[in-house]
T-cell receptor, first 112, second 117 residues
């Protein structure tokens, strides 16, 4: 079956620290992979995506690489800011059937 | 990215009444819309998937007679919570994509906070 597992939070970091949020997936076929971010009281915003193996998605200093050999799509940022505080969701989309599977979300708090 | 607008953002209703939530894709034609429910500090729970012009496909455990979903056009889907009860209070979020037109990622609305009193 299809599923997404991401590291449990909450995660608390100091400003300018390095961020890694782990995400692994199980999927049949060749899914597309996404990271979404949710700020309090809002819907989810697409942060970055990768559609095939070895693709690197990047946006706003965040990046993640689609690793087929380890079935992973870890989110990284070199220097976090207070404004990055949010909940981050890893997700996959099946290429057949247009189904999305989300991880449980990881809450990140960045303190000054 | 594409814009999906959800309305209202907050609604309070009395127990036993019905509430309609709208989800609009503003700058693309969405062939597929998804409706989720999110409890505090929890992940998204998919309620149903609707394809334009077709009946929605509900997830197991979701009452289709209570959560009516209509996707009558390529830019609008509605979720109606009928005979709402306090346990229906939650954050409801829609998303949309159009894979047959190359828009594979899902774009989300802002969410609707429903409170049933």
């Amino acid at each position: 079956g299809n599923s997404v597992t991401q590291m449990e939070g909450p995660v608390t970091l100091s400003e300018e620290a390095f961020l890694t949020i782990n995400c692994t997936y199980t999927a049949t076929g060749y899914p597309s992979l996404f990271w979404y971010v949710q700020y309090p009281g809002e819907g989810l915003q697409l942060l970055l995506k990768a559609t095939k193996a070895d693709d690197k998605g990047s946006n706003k200093g965040f990046e993640a690489t689609y690793r087929k050999e380890t079935t992973s799509f870890h989110l990284e940022k070199g220097s976090v800011q207070v404004s990055d505080s949010a909940v981050y969701f890893c997700a996959l989309r099946t290429n057949t059937g247009n189904q999305f599977y989300f991880g449980t979300g990881t809450s990140l708090t960045v303190i000054p | 990215g594409a814009v999906v607008s959800q309305h209202p953002s907050r609604v309070i209703c009395k127990s036993g009444t019905s509430v309609k939530i709208e989800c609009r894709s503003l700058d693309f034609q969405a062939t597929t819309m998804f409706w989720y429910r999110q409890f505090p500090k929890q992940s998204l729970m998919l309620m149903a998937t609707s394809n334009e012009g077709s009946k929605a496909t509900y997830e197991q455990g979701v009452e289709k007679d209570k959560f009516l979903i209509n996707h009558a056009s390529l830019t609008l889907s509605t979720l109606t919570v009928t005979s709402a009860h306090p346990e229906d209070s939650s954050f409801y979020i829609c998303s949309a994509n159009s894979p047959d037109r190359g828009i594979t990622e899902a774009f989300f609305g802002q969410g609707t906070r429903l409170t049933v009193v």
